[in-house]
């Protein structure tokens, strides 16, 4: 079994259900409240209590709509709509606790760099250096449609925009702002040295942004990136320019091939492969005994929804399953979705033929992550076998209802974690990087910190 630290995340979105579509229904659920404050301040101090290190907060910018051609099957089962902002319950949080981080998920396909990266700078001051970024670029045509485009733009497009939103935002963050340009200088009137801040001068193929970033530098200047593509392309972004990757897989064997992939992209990018710490879906049904958590785990099952999973799949996927029998076999198809969820159903593990009706009901409760049902010490055995199996690093825990399904993994399985030393009693003092990983800033290596002074390096120049 593993002994080394295990890395948590709880997994929400600001819409009711987010992976476990029908289950709004359950009378023990609360995620109908996600439009309340005390909904977000309730579930933060839960986390902090359990010593999480972040709520990695989902979002989506468009409805999922290609199940029936039509958005009404995910309306009508509150698939992921109605969808609020997820930055504007960060704040919230962060007032009541001290340590726990914020992965806020924001495109790069829809959202002009110079603006994000002040509601970004904004965010890391206002929560004294605890913001991260989940870098997505999008997978809903529907999203596009509703900004104008006539159409989605193409898989491996989005990411040649987001290379380049990259270095624009990396520019801003990093190199516009000198550490010592705000001198509050009261005597000599000078708020900010003029010859500290420094325009950025970007000329791209995608953007243009020729002056300097709005706001001083932030405690960690560069957000900690998440990234959740797990596509070939998806990974060559991420083993690029990400610090935690999200994966979301059914099976050990196809988590492991895809933790293996990653790593030898990390590698081939000239990157250490294990600073880059990836964690899996989960979600963990507690049980004081066994029978209670399978009979919990039975009477979530009665309030899944077979027409909100196949909405939710459809949009992953990009395909419509409207036109299938539960028991047909899913196959490939290459389009502009998500190209790792169908390769997920399809090709990643060939032993497994998965059925239209099997992913529906998997995709019911969690997603597409590993679903654990049991004791405490046995959800702790099975976290510890899957990290062994997969090589993964950590979890993001998703809920089939909430806050139950936090308090009680916070309430039973942490402890027993605790005591197996997999996770910490205690948070570091510091920004959230900090206690990830020690530091506060982008390491050396790291791409973003190459532009770390180089404009004012230029003007000695």
Wanted: a negative charge; hydrophobic letters at 35%.
């Amino acid at each position: 079994m593993t002994k080394k630290r295990i890395y948590l995340n709880a997994f929400d979105m600001n819409c009711a259900g987010h992976q476990s579509p029908g289950l709004w229904t359950h009378p023990d659920d609360k995620s109908s409240t996600y439009k309340d404050a005390e909904y977000w301040i309730h579930l933060a101090k839960v986390l902090e209590k359990g010593r999480f290190d972040a709520i990695f907060l989902a979002d989506v910018l468009g409805t999922y709509d290609v199940y029936q051609d039509s958005r009404d099957p995910a309306v009508r089962q509150g698939a992921q709509v109605p969808v609020n902002d997820p930055a504007f319950v960060v704040p919230i949080m962060a007032q009541v606790t001290k340590h726990l981080g914020f992965g806020l998920t924001v495109s790069t396909s829809y959202e002009h760099p110079y603006i994000f990266a002040r509601r970004m700078s904004t965010l890391d001051h206002l929560t004294k250096g605890r913001i991260g970024w989940n870098i997505v670029t999008s997978y809903l045509n529907s999203a596009a449609v509703n900004i104008g485009l006539d159409q989605q733009i193409s898989h491996d497009e989005r990411y040649e925009i987001a290379d380049e939103y990259m270095e624009v935002v990396y520019k801003l963050w990093e190199g516009s702002w000198e550490d010592d340009a705000v001198l509050l200088d009261k005597e000599k009137k000078i708020y900010t040295d003029p010859k500290k801040v420094h325009d950025i001068q970007h000329e791209g193929k995608y953007y243009r942004v020729p002056g300097a970033h709005l706001c001083e530098p932030s405690p960690q200047r560069t957000p900690v990136i998440f990234q959740a593509g797990a596509s070939k392309r998806g990974r060559q972004f991420a083993a690029k320019h990400a610090e935690l990757v999200f994966i979301s897989v059914p099976t050990a064997q196809i988590g492991k091939t895809f933790v293996q992939a990653l790593r030898e992209e990390a590698k081939n990018a000239g990157r250490n492969p294990d600073e880059i710490k990836i964690l899996s879906l989960f979600t963990p049904i507690v049980g004081r005994t066994q029978e209670e958590a399978a009979a919990k785990f039975h009477d979530y099952r009665k309030h899944t929804s077979y027409e909100g999973g196949l909405a939710l799949l459809g949009g992953w996927t990009g395909v419509d399953f409207a036109g299938y029998a539960p028991d047909d076999k899913i196959e490939y198809v290459k389009n502009d979705a998500i190209h790792s969820a169908i390769e997920t159903f399809t090709k990643i593990d060939p032993t497994k033929q998965w059925t239209v009706g099997e992913v529906a009901e998997f995709v019911g409760i969690g997603g597409m992550g590993k679903v654990a049902v049991g004791t405490p010490d046995k959800i702790a055995d099975e976290m510890e076998q899957w990290i062994d199996e997969t090589g993964v690093d950590g979890f993001n825990i998703a809920y089939a209802v909430t806050p139950g399904t936090f308090e009680d993994f916070v309430e039973y399985v942490i402890p027993i974690l605790q005591e197996r030393g997999l996770v910490r009693k205690e948070y570091e003092e510091g920004t959230f990087r900090k206690n990830l990983f020690g530091y506060d800033h982008l390491p050396e290596h790291h791409p973003g910190r190459q532009y770390r002074n180089r404009f004012s390096l230029q003007m000695i120049k």
